[in-house]
């Protein structure tokens, strides 16, 4: 049996559940006919029991690759900033850094201060930011560097990691 890197894994995911789809979508159509009445059913290139068959197959391969890879994601490991994290780990992380630095940049755009319109012409209102925005936009460049960083860490790691599973059926 040939091996599937973890990285053509996300990828086969992906077809496996648009192949689900299809199927569900395949069996929809065989399901029912519309004929007059007393006449007989058409002869159909499959019909709904082998379509059946073909997605609990599909769907049997995609619990397995869901469970491979999860199996893989949680047994290796990355290093990142003098600290080694589990594959899972890293993609939070990765995923929080971006977050992180969303917030950051949305705060390094804003104005140090600026006037509100008020309903009294006899009331001034500023909007006055408690922080420096400079900070905060430089502060989100390098955390997205960092989530770059990580997440470029995870993907060679996914080119280093086999998988058993076969998939000739569908690459």
Known sequence: MRKLILADAVKLKSVLSKRIQ???AEMDLLAFVEIEKGSEIPNQVRNLAAVEKELEEVRSDFRLL??????????NEVSFEEQSLAIVE????????????????QYGISAKEEMIHSYSEAITLVR?????????????IETERQANRLSNLINAKNYQIELD??????F
């Open 22 to 24: 299809e199927l569900e």
């Open 66 to 75: 869901d469970k491979l890879m999860y199996k893989a994601n949680y047994e």
């Open 90 to 105: 890293a993609i939070e992380l990765a995923t929080q850094l971006r977050a992180r630095a969303r917030k950051y940049k």
């Open 128 to 140: 006055v930011a408690t922080f420096d925005p400079e900070v905060y936009r430089i502060k989100g």
């Open 165 to 170: 599973f076969d998939s000739d059926k569908y």
